[in-house]
Every structure is written in structure tokens, then in C-alpha cells.
């Protein structure tokens, strides 16, 4: 219900830009350039944690981008996932190697898109699970696109984890060291099943020290066993819509 009212408001209270405040567009032209304006980006977090994939993402996380996902993901600004999502996709596919979709043919199998996964408590207050909106966006984006792509939630949280705010990166990898594992069906899906030639996309919105994906890379690869990489394409990738400034400077040396 809390998301349905949501949707309404925006229909009936003036739409001002999420990333700038400017009136009449839920995101002004400069805001969505900010967004979308260059290409998707190979990140690099320093100290880097053991296990991260490579993640490539759509820009720094700083003002009028840090506005807009902060309205999608905490004040339930929902119209938001659209140009969220298509900086996923455009991110995703830079990860894969496919600019577009022509390279369809050369996959193997469907891109297999692995949202991170909140907290239920968090997914509950927020009334929205933001990261699987966004993912959902960008698979759509894709398929469009000509590439096979879908979402797959297969992770799930093992144990309780603290908030992660104001922790530093060493504080994070003990907090979430061993705090995600697939679920049942997901193993046997990335094992056995007809998803197990897929490429496996680890999404979330942010990257700030990577130890939430290293930490989901590390449960998705119990999924094949030691020795094995996921998809039989090489290790997994991971997307995100938004890094850290520090994650791009490095990433320019």
C-alpha cells in the first residue's frame, strides 16, 4: 500500500528534480547527465578486499547523483529506477564485453542478474527493496537491447549484520564475513539447472569498500565449488549504479 500512495503522490504533488531540486522534472536534463553522461567504468576500491570481482559502474557517488539515489532508495521516489536502471544496464554491459546487441548471439547463455540483498528490516521501513527495482529496470533495458538478461534473487542474508555506516573498510569485511549464502533453489539453479551457462552479475547500487560484493561473490562461488569459476565464462562481474570518488581516481592511474 505505502508504495501504491507513493506512485499517486507523484501524479499529484509538483515534481521537483532529485538530484537538484530545480521544479517541473523528477530529473533535469543536467542531473541525468550527471547519471548518464559518460561511459560505464571499471572501480577499484583501496585497500581492495579479497574476492571482489571486477565492478564497473555509471558514476561517482557525490551531488546530484548521490541526491538521486539517496530519494529512490530512502524517500521512495519509485519514477526514479527507470534512469537508474539504464546506468545498470550500460554498466553491465560493459562488464560482459557487450556494448549492445549484436553480441547476443556470441552468449552462451542468459546474463543473470544477482541483486545484493537487504536486510528485511530495511526492505519492510523502506517499503521497497530498491536494489531489485533497479536490477528488474536494467534487465528490462537489456532485453530490449537484444540481450538475454533476467533477475535472479538467489542470495539471501545468513545472520544479522551491524549498520555499516561509519564503519571503515577492515570493520566491514568482519561484519559481513560469511553473512550471505544462496538460497537453496539458487544453488541448484547455478549448478545443475538450465541457468548454469548464464553470466553471473553481482548488481547493487553503491560500491564504497566492495566488502558487500566480495562477501556475495564469495557465497555465489560455493554455488560451483572450489576451483570452479561461475558460468564457465571466468570469474563473475559486478555492476553498480554509483562508487565511491576515491574508487574512480584510482581507477584513472
Known amino acids: 500500500m505505502r508504495n501504491v500512495w507513493q506512485e499517486l503522490s507523484g501524479l499529484l504533488v509538483p515534481v521537483a528534480c532529485a538530484g537538484c531540486g530545480s521544479p517541473r522534472a523528477e530529473l533535469c536534463t543536467a ?4 547519471l548518464h553522461g559518460g561511459p560505464a567504468r571499471r ?3 583501496s585497500p581492495r578486499p579479497p574476492g571482489l ?3 564497473y559502474a555509471a558514476a561517482p557517488y557525490e551531488n546530484a547523483v548521490r541526491a538521486v539515489l539517496l530519494a529512490h532508495k530512502e524517500r521512495g ?8 536502471g539504464r546506468a545498470l544496464a550500460g554498466c553491465v554491459r560493459a562488464g560482459t564485453g557487450e556494448p549492445g546487441g549484436a553480441g547476443a548471439s ?3 547463455g542468459p546474463l543473470l542478474l544477482v541483486p545484493v540483498p537487504s536486510a528485511r528490516s530495511a526492505t519492510a521501513a523502506r517499503g521497497h527493496d530498491p536494489v531489485r527495482r533497479i536490477a528488474a529496470t536494467a534487465a528490462r533495458e537489456l532485453r530490449r537491447a537484444g540481450l538475454p538478461a533476467r533477475v535472479l534473487p538467489l542470495l539471501r542474508q545468513r545472520r544479522a549484520v551491524a549498520d555499516q555506516s561509519g564503519l571503515g573498510a577492515r570493520q566491514r569485511r568482519a561484519n559481513l564475513a560469511g553473512a550471505l549464502e544462496l538460497t537453496a533453489k539458487g ?12 553470466r553471473v552479475i553481482l548488481v547493487d547500487d553503491l560500491l564504497t569498500t566492495g566488502s558487500t560484493l566480495a562477501e556475495a ?3 555465489v562461488g560455493e554455488a560451483y565449488g572450489a576451483g570452479r569459476e561461475p558460468s564457465g565464462h571466468g570469474a563473475c562481474r559486478a555492476a553498480v549504479v554509483a562508487a565511491s570518488p576515491s574508487a574512480f581516481e584510482i581507477n584513472r592511474n
Open 31 to 34: 542531473c541525468r547527465a550527471a
Open 53 to 55: 570481482p571486477a565492478v
Open 77 to 84: 521516489a519509485l519514477g526514479l529506477a527507470g534512469a537508474l
Open 187 to 198: 544453488g541448484r539453479l547455478l549448478r545443475d539447472g538450465p541457468l548454469r551457462h548464464g
Open 106 to 108: 556470441r552468449l552462451a
Open 217 to 219: 561473490a564469495r557465497a
Open 43 to 45: 572501480v577499484r576500491p
